[in-house]
Each structure stands twice: as C-alpha cells, then as structure tokens.
C-alpha cells in the first residue's frame, strides 16, 4: 500500500522560496516515478514536474520550467520541490504522486498513488 504526505505548503509573498516535500511508504526504491501536480480554484488539476524512479531524469512543465527543482531522496523515500521567485499565479494545492512504473511522465491518469494535497498561497 503506497501513501503519500506533502508538506511545507504555506502562505508567502510574491518573489519569495518554498519547498514542498512528499514523504512516500510503500514505493520501492528506484521503480516508482514521481511527480508534482497543482491544481488552482476553478482550474483542473495541471502537471508541475516529475521524476524518474532513480531520480536521473527529470521533467517540468514550462511554465515552471525555470523557477521549480523536483529532487528525491531514495534513501529517505522523499521527493522535495523547490519552488522560486513564486508568483500569485503559482496559489494551488500541490499533490504529490507515485506511479507503478519507473520513467518519468506528465499525464495525471499514469499515476495511480496521489497525496492529499498542500495548500500554497502566494501573495501580491
């Protein structure tokens, strides 16, 4: 049984640094990709960046692309998210995922595991 937990959502300013963590049980070293999605009122759930079982290979959407680092701690079985120069339009709930195969990919429907979700606002 995999179970996700995210942490180190918050309330801050525009400009400001987050990191967002996922503590995992249950994935297998190595054999789960993983990945970030938000989702903002109103909007549907939109993929943030992902990462392979190993951790080699990454993937970011562009609107991140340049701000955001998905990292993952094998060892810790946690995958982290640091978050840059966040802008108000950054203000979702962050969801943590785990899916049964090992190379990275963006599709929501690829990942069977999902987190409960972390709060992030960004401020003006």
């Known amino acids: 049984q995999v179970q996700l937990v995210e942490s180190g959502g918050g309330l801050v300013q525009a400009g400001d640094s987050l990191r967002l963590s996922c503590s995992a049980s249950?994935?297998?070293?190595?054999?789960?990709?993983m990945a970030w999605f938000r989702q903002a009122p109103g909007k549907e759930r939109e993929f943030v960046a992902a990462?392979?079982?190993?951790?080699?290979?990454?993937d970011y959407a562009d609107s991140v692309k340049a701000r955001v680092t998905i990292s993952r701690d094998n060892v810790k079985n946690t995958m982290y998210l640091q978050m840059n120069s966040l802008k108000p339009e950054d203000t979702a709930v962050y969801y943590c995922?785990?899916?049964?195969?090992?190379?990275?990919?963006?599709?929501?429907?690829?990942?069977?595991?999902w987190g409960q979700g972390t709060q992030v606002t960004v401020s003006s």
């Open positions: 990462i392979s079982g190993s951790g080699g290979s990454t």
């Open positions: 249950g994935v297998t070293s190595g054999r789960n990709a």
């Open positions: 995922a785990a899916r049964t195969r090992w190379p990275a990919a963006r599709n929501s429907y690829e990942y069977a595991f």
